[in-house]
C-alpha cells in the first residue's frame, strides 16, 4: 500500500502548490470510513482508493481529483454520506466524488453489453466534469488489475466484457491510449485466456531466439538518426498480446506472418524534426506500402497526433515507427489528462477555474478530421439527449425533455398506446415528468387505455407525436360520426320519421361527400345541422316553425324528460374529442344538462341553468338534447366541480378547509383567492367530484363548518 506521505510527495512532485491538507484529509477520511472491510484479494478495502488515487497521480491530475479517488467509494460502500463529504472538503470534490457515485450506480444497473455505445455516450453525458470520468476509469483498470481474485467466474466475464466494449473504448475516445492498453488486454486475459497464454509464449520465444531484437533495432535507429543530426529519443516495444491477437483476427494471418509485433517511437524535439526524422527512416530503410499515416496533418478524433511508418528494419524485420514532438507523445499517452496539465502549467489560477468539460470539447473540436467527426467527438451532442433504462436494464435514449409517454412509444408502439402511469426510479410519477439521465422507468399499462389527446401538449419524439395525433384523429372522426348519427336519428323521430343510414344514401352528391360516414360525421361536427339533412332527404317537410324562446323551452324538456328518453346520451363520448364539458358550469352526473353544437369541434355540454347558454338562444339549431347514460359516474371519472365560497381570514382556516374537502373524498385541483380583505378570503375552488351528489355533500359539510361563511356551486 502507498504510505501517505508518499501519495502527498508524488502530487507535489508534479504540482508544488498541491493542496497537501485535502489531500491527508481526505487519505485519513476514506481510511477510517471504510475500516475494518475486506476486497476480494483479502487486503483491506482502504488499498482499492488508494491504488486508484496512485493511478491518478501518474496522469499528474490535481489534488481534488486524488482526493475524489480516494473517497470515490465511501458514499457507495460506507456510512458516510455525500453532506458528509461536502461538509469537511466543499462543493467542488463533493461533486466530483457524487458524480463518481453516480457513474457506479448506473454501471451497477443495467446489463449493458448490447448497447455498449449508448452506455459509454451516457458516461459521457453524465461526466458533467471530465475528472470524474477520469476517476471512473481508474477505478476500472484497478478493479481489473485484481480482477483475477473474484471467485464467481461468470461475474469476472461480466466485468472483463463491460471493460472491452464500454471502458476501453471510452479510455480511446478521450485520447487515453496507455490506459485503454491496459485496460484492454487485462479483459483479453479473462476472454480469452488460451489465446493469450500462446501469444505470450510466442513472444517469449521470439526473444530469446532473436536476443534482445528490441534493444538491437532503439540502438541502430537511434545512430541512424543521430548520423542525420536528429535529436531522437527511440522507444521500444513489444505490442501487447491483445493488439497482436486484434492484427491477426483483422488480417487473418498467422503468428508467424505477423511480422510487426514490435514498435518503435522516435521522439524528436519539433514538429519539422517529426518529417525530417520520416525522410531520414524512409532514406534508411525500404518501405512498407501502404502503411504511412500522416496524423499530424490530421490528427485522429480524440486529439491523437504522430507520423506513422512502416519499414524493413535494421534487422530484416518489418517495423512499426511512430514518429512525434514530446508534447504530442504524453498526448498520446494520457489524452485529455496530459492536455489539462499543460494548460495547467501557463497560469493556474486561469486554469483552476478552466472548465473541464469544455477543454476536452476543444481538444475534440480542433482535433477531429471530417470523417466520424459527429460520431466520435461531439460531446456537446449527448447534452440534447437523456438515456434512461428499462426496468430489465436495457437502455432508451430519447431527445432532452422527453417524457414517461415518449420512452413507452420508444420501447413499442403498443406499450405507448397503452400507458396508463409510470414509476420513476420506483416512485409513482406524473407522465408529463421530464425524464433525467440515468432514470430508471417502469410503464403500466392496461389494455383498456388508449393515447389520451392531451399526451400531444407534451410529447417530444416525433414517433409518439405521430401515434397520438393518428389515434387521435381516427378517434374523433369515430366520435363525430357517433354523435352525428344519434343527431340526425333524434331530428327524423321528431318529424316521424324512421332513420336509416341507407336513406341517406340518396343526398350524399348534394352535400359533396361519398360515403354516409362522411356525411354523419359532418353533422356531429356541426358543419351541417341535421335538419338539413332531414329536408335534403325528404324534400316536403315543412320548415321548423321558429322557436322564440329556445331557452325556456329546452329547460322545460329537459326537466320533463329528466334527462331519459328523446334525449342523447353522451355514452362514449370522450371529454375533449367530439364532446366538451363546459368550462363556465362544470356539468357533473346528475345535473340536467344540454348540448350547444359548436362548428367543427362538436357538441359543448352545459348545465341547463348556466348563464353563457343565453347567447345561444337565437340559433335553436344548435341545441340538442343530451343525457347523462347510466354508467356515467365512471366516464366521468376526474370531473370537476366549481365552487365558489368565503371563509374568514385567521390561522388555521385555509386548513380545515381542505381537510373538510379531503374528509369528503374532494380532491382539490385548483385554488384561487378572488378577493381578500382583512377579515374574508372569497375564493373559487375546483374540486374533483364523482357526480353531483358528491359536490352538494361537501358543499353541505363546507357550510356547517364554523370558519366558511358561504359556498355556492360556481354558475355560469
Ligand atoms: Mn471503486
Known amino acids: 500500500m502507498i504510505r501517505q506521505f508518499e501519495l502527498v510527495e508524488r502530487v507535489k512532485a508534479y504540482d508544488p502548490a498541491a493542496d497537501e491538507d485535502v489531500l491527508n484529509k481526505a487519505y485519513v477520511f476514506a481510511m477510517k470510513a471504510h475500516g475494518s472491510q475486506k476486497r476480494a484479494s483479502g487486503d483491506p478495502y482502504f488499498s482499492h482508493p488508494l491504488e486508484v488515487a496512485g493511478i491518478l497521480t501518474h496522469y499528474r491530475l490535481d489534488a481534488a481529483s486524488i482526493a475524489t479517488a480516494l473517497?470515490?467509494?465511501?458514499?457507495?460502500?460506507?456510512?458516510?454520506?455525500?453532506?458528509?463529504?461536502?461538509?469537511?472538503?466543499?462543493?467542488?470534490?463533493?461533486?466530483?466524488?457524487?458524480?463518481?457515485?453516480?457513474?457506479?450506480?448506473?454501471?451497477?444497473?443495467?446489463?449493458?453489453?448490447?448497447q455498449a455505445e449508448n452506455f459509454r455516450k451516457l458516461l459521457l453525458a453524465m461526466s458533467e466534469d471530465i475528472r470524474v470520468l477520469l476517476v471512473k476509469l481508474a477505478d476500472r483498470l484497478h478493479n481489473m488489475r485484481t480482477l483475477h481474485f473474484i471467485k464467481n467466474p461468470e461475474k469476472r466475464r461480466r466485468i472483463a466484457m463491460e471493460t472491452m466494449d464500454i471502458f476501453a473504448p471510452l479510455a480511446e475516445r478521450i485520447g487515453m491510449q496507455e490506459l485503454k492498453n491496459e485496460l484492454e488486454d487485462l479483459a483479453f486475459a479473462e476472454l480469452n485466456t488460451d489465446a493469450r497464454n500462446s501469444i505470450l509464449a510466442r513472444l517469449k520465444f521470439l526473444r530469446e531466439e532473436g536476443e534482445d531484437v528490441v534493444k538491437r533495432v532503439v540502438a541502430q535507429l537511434g545512430?541512424?538518426?543521430?548520423?542525420?543530426?536528429?535529436?531522437?529519443?527511440?522507444?521500444?516495444?513489444?505490442?501487447?498480446?491483445?493488439?497482436?491477437?486484434?492484427?491477426?483476427?483483422?488480417?487473418?494471418?498467422?503468428?508467424?506472418?505477423?511480422?510487426?509485433?514490435?514498435?518503435?517511437?522516435?521522439?524528436?524535439?519539433?514538429v519539422e524534426d517529426c518529417y525530417k526524422a520520416l525522410g531520414v527512416a524512409h532514406g534508411a530503410y525500404p518501405v512498407v506500402p501502404g502503411r504511412f499515416k500522416d496524423y499530424i496533418s490530421t490528427p485522429k478524433p480524440n486529439g491523437y497526433q504522430s507520423l506513422h511508418t512502416g519499414v524493413i528494419g535494421p534487422e530484416q524485420q518489418r517495423i512499426e515507427v511512430q514518429i512525434r514532438t514530446r508534447e504530442m507523445h504524453e498526448v498520446a499517452d494520457y489524452g485529455v489528462a496530459a492536455h489539462w496539465h499543460y494548460k495547467q502549467g501557463g497560469d493556474r489560477?486561469?486554469?483552476?477555474?478552466?472548465?473541464?468539460?469544455?477543454?476536452?470539447?476543444?481538444?475534440?473540436?480542433?482535433?477531429?478530421?471530417?470523417?466520424?467527426?459527429?460520431?466520435?467527438t461531439k460531446l456537446e451532442m449527448f447534452q440534447d439527449q437523456v438515456f434512461c433504462f428499462t426496468p430489465r436494464g436495457d437502455l432508451i435514449n430519447l431527445p432532452n425533455g422527453a417524457t414517461p409517454v415518449d420512452f413507452a412509444y420508444a420501447v413499442h408502439s403498443e406499450v405507448g398506446d397503452t400507458c396508463v402511469g409510470a414509476k420513476i426510479n420506483g416512485r409513482m410519477m406524473p407522465l408529463r415528468t421530464e425524464l433525467m439521465n440515468g432514470d430508471q422507468v417502469e410503464i403500466l399499462t392496461s389494455k383498456a387505455q388508449t393515447p389520451s389527446p392531451t399526451w400531444e401538449r407534451f410529447v417530444v419524439t416525433g414517433k409518439a407525436r405521430a401515434r397520438v395525433r393518428r389515434f387521435v384523429r381516427l378517434k374523433q372522426r369515430e366520435q363525430y360520426l357517433h354523435l352525428g348519427r344519434a343527431?340526425?336519428?333524434?331530428?327524423?323521430?321528431?318529424?316521424?320519421?324512421?332513420?336509416?343510414d341507407k336513406a341517406l344514401k340518396g343526398v350524399l352528391k348534394v352535400f359533396d361527400v361519398d360515403e354516409v360516414e362522411d356525411l354523419c360525421a359532418q353533422v356531429g361536427m356541426g358543419h351541417l345541422t341535421g335538419r338539413a339533412v332531414l329536408e335534403a332527404v325528404f324534400p316536403g317537410t315543412k320548415k321548423r316553425r321558429v322557436v322564440e324562446?329556445?331557452?325556456?323551452?329546452?329547460?322545460?324538456?329537459?326537466?320533463?324528460?329528466?334527462?331519459?328518453?328523446?334525449?342523447?346520451?353522451?355514452?362514449?363520448?370522450?371529454?375533449?374529442?367530439?364532446?366538451?364539458?363546459?368550462?363556465?358550469?362544470?356539468?357533473?352526473?346528475?345535473?340536467r344538462i344540454v348540448g350547444i353544437v359548436t362548428t367543427g369541434k362538436g357538441v359543448t355540454i352545459h348545465t341547463i341553468d348556466c348563464d353563457r347558454l343565453e347567447e345561444f338562444a337565437d340559433q335553436p339549431e344548435r341545441w340538442i338534447d343530451v343525457a347523462w347514460d347510466a354508467d356515467a359516474k365512471a366516464a366521468a371519472e376526474g370531473?370537476?366541480?366549481?365552487?365558489?365560497?368565503?371563509?374568514?381570514?385567521?390561522?388555521?382556516?385555509?386548513?380545515?378547509?381542505?381537510?373538510?374537502?379531503?374528509?369528503?373524498?374532494?380532491?382539490?385541483s385548483n385554488l384561487k383567492i378572488t378577493n381578500r380583505t382583512t377579515d374574508f378570503f372569497d375564493m373559487l375552488i375546483d374540486i374533483e367530484v364523482r357526480d353531483v351528489r358528491h359536490l352538494t355533500d361537501i358543499i353541505a359539510a363546507l357550510r356547517a363548518t364554523p370558519v366558511i361563511n358561504s359556498v355556492d356551486r360556481a354558475r355560469g
Request: charged fraction near 30%; charge should be negative; proline fraction near 4%.
Open 223 to 270: 545512430e541512424t538518426m543521430r548520423a542525420a543530426g536528429l535529436d531522437a529519443e527511440v522507444m521500444g516495444r513489444e505490442k501487447t498480446p491483445y493488439s497482436i491477437w486484434r492484427k491477426m483476427q483483422h488480417n487473418n494471418v498467422g503468428f508467424e506472418q505477423l511480422s510487426d509485433i514490435m514498435a518503435f517511437r522516435l521522439v524528436v524535439p519539433t
Open 71 to 114: 473517497l470515490h467509494d465511501t458514499i457507495e460502500d460506507t456510512p458516510a454520506t455525500l453532506a458528509d463529504i461536502r461538509e469537511k472538503f466543499g462543493d467542488d470534490i463533493a461533486r466530483l466524488v457524487d458524480g463518481v457515485t453516480k457513474l457506479t450506480r448506473i454501471e451497477l444497473q443495467s446489463d449493458h453489453a448490447k
Open 487 to 500: 343527431i340526425l336519428q333524434r331530428v327524423f323521430q321528431e318529424e316521424g320519421y324512421e332513420y336509416a
Open 549 to 591: 324562446k329556445v331557452v325556456s323551452l329546452a329547460r322545460a324538456r329537459a326537466r320533463k324528460t329528466k334527462g331519459k328518453g328523446e334525449a342523447i346520451p353522451i355514452r362514449g363520448l370522450i371529454p375533449g374529442m367530439a364532446m366538451h364539458f363546459a368550462g363556465c358550469c362544470h356539468p357533473l352526473p346528475g345535473d
Open 349 to 376: 489560477r486561469d486554469g483552476r477555474q478552466y472548465r473541464w468539460l469544455r477543454e476536452l470539447l476543444d481538444i475534440l473540436e480542433h482535433a477531429a478530421g471530417p470523417e466520424d467527426f459527429l460520431e466520435h
Open 639 to 668: 370531473l370537476v366541480g366549481r365552487i365558489t365560497l368565503t371563509v374568514m381570514n385567521e390561522p388555521g382556516s385555509l386548513g380545515t378547509l381542505s381537510m373538510v374537502i379531503g374528509k369528503n373524498e374532494g380532491n382539490i
